[in-house]
């Protein structure tokens, strides 16, 4: 997985597409997920663009897609149960599946520039410390 400085990831094990959801960390600072709103399949989407929402009893954060492709799928079971997000924000509770375009070069990938795990835990530290 890699990681924005806004708190998503994109699951980066398949070179071809990847979901995407939020991290542990914003789901437990968002508090109880109460509601999603889930992009549209076959959107075309830019790095940075907001492809969806989620709402909490505390507050709402748009999502922020972490790469630039499209909308192949979206987690239909959080509209029923948004508390996914709570319960599994990293696996149950990704939010949509986003078909990846390589940049130019072999083996590119927007995702490249991203955080790792260890990369984005250190800057959850960094947060924490500020706060």
Do not use: C
């Amino acid at each position: 997985k890699r990681y924005t400085e806004d708190h998503e990831w994109i699951d980066t094990s398949n070179p071809e597409s990847g979901d995407v959801g939020i991290s542990s960390y914003a789901a437990k600072a968002l508090g109880d997920v109460v509601y999603v709103e889930l992009p549209t399949i076959g959107l075309t989407v830019s790095k940075g663009d907001a492809i969806g929402a989620v709402e909490s009893v505390k507050s709402a954060s748009d999502i922020m897609t972490p790469v630039s492709g499209e909308v192949t799928e979206v987690n239909s079971q959080l509209e029923e149960t948004p508390s996914l997000i709570n319960k599994s924000p990293e696996g149950d509770g990704w939010l949509a599946k986003i078909k990846v375009v390589p940049e130019a070069g072999e083996g590119m990938y927007e995702w490249d520039s991203l955080m790792d795990a260890s990369a984005y835990k250190k800057f959850t530290e960094e947060v924490d410390k500020k706060d």
